[in-house]
């Protein structure tokens, strides 16, 4: 049984910084694509980074692109997020998620998310 267990989420004032840490355990980590995806009430769910298993491959949202860094470390089966210059508007839920399949918005697996606040 695949899970994904997010952590590093809190409360940051604008301009701060946070690193979310996923580990994954259940199935091969090497095998996925990871992403971290944000949610908030009333608005879809955002694909905001992904990683190839190959950890060279990386994909932003617009929203994020330049301030936030996903990376991967295959051999703790761990995927991160490193925020920088964080906003107000990235305050969501973050979760971290896996899938087989590259180039996707269809994930396999999902952790079960962890609150970013960002406060102005």
């Known amino acids: 049984q695949v899970q994904l267990v997010e952590s590093g989420g809190g409360l940051v004032q604008a301009g701060g910084s946070l690193r979310l840490s996923c580990v994954a355990s259940g199935g091969t980590f090497s095998n996925w694509a990871m992403g971290w995806f944000r949610q908030t009430p009333g608005k879809e769910r955002e694909l905001a980074a992904a990683i190839h298993w190959n950890g060279v491959s990386t994909r932003y949202s617009d929203s994020v692109k330049g301030r936030f860094t996903i990376s991967r470390d295959n051999a703790k089966n761990t995927v991160y997020l490193q925020m920088n210059s964080l906003k107000p508007e990235d305050t969501a839920v973050y979760y971290c998620?896996?899938?087989?399949?590259?180039?996707?918005?269809?994930?396999?697996?999902w952790g079960q998310g962890t609150q970013v606040t960002v406060s102005s």
């Open positions: 998620a896996a899938s087989w399949h590259w180039d996707t918005y269809s994930y396999d697996y």
